[in-house]
Structure formats: structure tokens, C-alpha cells
């Protein structure tokens, strides 16, 4: 069963939810690749190899060309550093925050 829609001007829509955590800090990043949490400091070159992130990716990251990533490389990223994922990076929002917001809103004209 696939997890695409269709758009009504063509094309597809995935339902899948949003996988890309967005990077709190460059320099918390860097922080993290010169002083990990466990063993020596990290190139670029070692952190992609021991993460199995792409150098590319890393590097984007760094230099601030990118600021998010799947949550999977995330992740290996965030291991390899020996942290969690939550110091470095930021999950997406909520997709719909106002409809969660009205749920909790009680409603006047229900309370009479």
C-alpha cells in the first residue's frame, strides 16, 4: 500500500510525517566534534566514517548551508558523538498545533 496522495494539480504528497530535526548550534555541533563524549576529537572525515553520515552532509551542517537532517542521520551523528540526539538538534513541530491547541480550549458557549 503506498503512503502517497495525490495533489489535485498533480503530483504526489507524501503522508509520511516530517523525519528532518533541525541543527540547534554550529557551535554546539563543534563543541561536540572537538570534545565527544567519549575518545579523541573528530574531523569531518572521522565523524562521517564513524557515523556513517556523508562528509557532504557534515560539512553543510558546519558551515551552516544546511540546518537539518534526517532523523536518522541525526541520530548516527548525535551516537557517534557520544550524546543524545536532543542537545543537538531539534525535532520538526508539531504538524498541526492549532488543532491541538483547540482540543484543550474549552469551548464557552459548551459550558452553560
Do not use: Y
Amino acid at each position: 500500500m503506498s503512503c502517497k496522495q495525490l495533489r489535485p494539480h498533480g503530483g504526489n504528497v507524501s503522508r509520511r510525517p516530517n523525519r528532518r530535526w533541525t541543527l540547534r548550534s554550529i557551535s554546539v555541533f563543534r563543541h561536540f566534534m572537538q570534545f565527544p563524549g567519549r575518545g579523541q576529537s573528530f574531523s569531518v572525515r572521522a565523524l562521517a566514517e564513524e557515523s556513517g553520515v556523508s562528509q557532504g552532509l557534515i560539512d553543510k551542517l558546519l558551515t551552516g548551508r544546511q540546518d537539518n537532517a534526517d532523523v536518522d542521520d541525526a541520530t548516527a551523528l548525535a551516537e557517534a558523538l557520544g550524546s543524545t540526539i536532543l542537545p543537538l538538534f531539534a525535532p520538526p513541530a508539531s504538524p498541526n498545533p492549532s488543532q491541538a491547541s483547540r482540543r484543550n480550549t474549552p469551548n464557552p458557549a459548551s459550558e452553560e
